[in-house]
T-cell receptor, first 114, second 115 residues
């Protein structure tokens, strides 16, 4: 079974600085998708960024970018110019191509200090 | 607004009761899901339906029964509620288009508390 590991239960960052959240996954497949979701205290699950495994270029969305290392099975999220509103639980998730099931990591709680 | 909507947002009930959570999506997606988020925030899939057909049924007690009257609705009925059922339940939907999959759109969750 595919597994997703987030090794940092909690992280903190100063406002305006950069933070990187780690994620590794285990799969024998070559075709898959990876995601980062954000869950603020409001409980809503919000898609932050999405990466298709066959694309070598790292995905970016404004201040959010990923470092996708396919051989190492690593998918880290970098948040630049951190803002107070970035404080949330961040979940890494894996989807095997052809399946519509997402497997989630256990999450990293990000605190942003003013 | 296009969205996945769940009702109720909060549900407090006594052990042994039966309750239902409703979910509706107006995104035109073919696949809908139920996930459970436990007290440690871990998200685990329970069920998925594709166009009213059950696709995924993870190891979930028989007390949990999903029902999909049409592809826009997926409800979750829970019989004989137990303390361990207390959690946040998320509904989600997704769609593959042209062989590409874009991930889930989530509802806002239902916090179930069993007392």
């Amino acid at each position: 079974a595919q597994t997703v590991t987030q090794s940092q239960p909690e992280m903190s960052v100063q406002e305006a600085e950069t933070v990187t959240l780690s994620c590794t996954y285990d799969t024998s497949e070559s075709d898959y998708y990876l995601f980062w979701y954000k869950q603020p205290p409001s409980r809503q699950m919000i898609l932050v960024i999405r990466q298709e495994a066959y694309k070598q270029q790292n995905a970016t969305e404004n201040r959010f970018s990923v470092n996708f290392q396919k051989a190492a099975k690593s998918f880290s999220l970098k948040i630049s110019d951190s803002q107070l509103g970035d404080a949330a639980m961040y979940f890494c998730a894996y989807n095997e191509g052809g399946s519509e099931k997402l497997v989630f990591g256990k999450g990293t709680k990000l605190t942003v200090n003013p | 607004d296009t969205a996945v909507s769940q009702t109720p947002k909060y549900l407090v009930t006594q052990m042994g009761n039966d309750k239902s959570i409703k979910c509706e999506q107006n995104l035109g997606h073919d696949t809908m899901y139920w996930y459970k988020q436990d007290s440690k925030k871990f998200l685990k899939i329970m069920f998925s339906y594709n166009n009213k057909e059950l696709i995924i049924n993870e190891t979930v007690p028989n007390r949990f029964s999903p029902k999909s009257p049409d592809k826009a609705h997926l409800n979750l009925h829970i019989n004989s509620l137990e303390l361990g059922d207390s959690a946040v339940y998320f509904c989600a939907s997704s769609q593959a288009a042209g062989g590409v999959w874009y991930g889930y759109t989530f509802g806002s969750g239902t916090r179930l508390t069993v007392v």
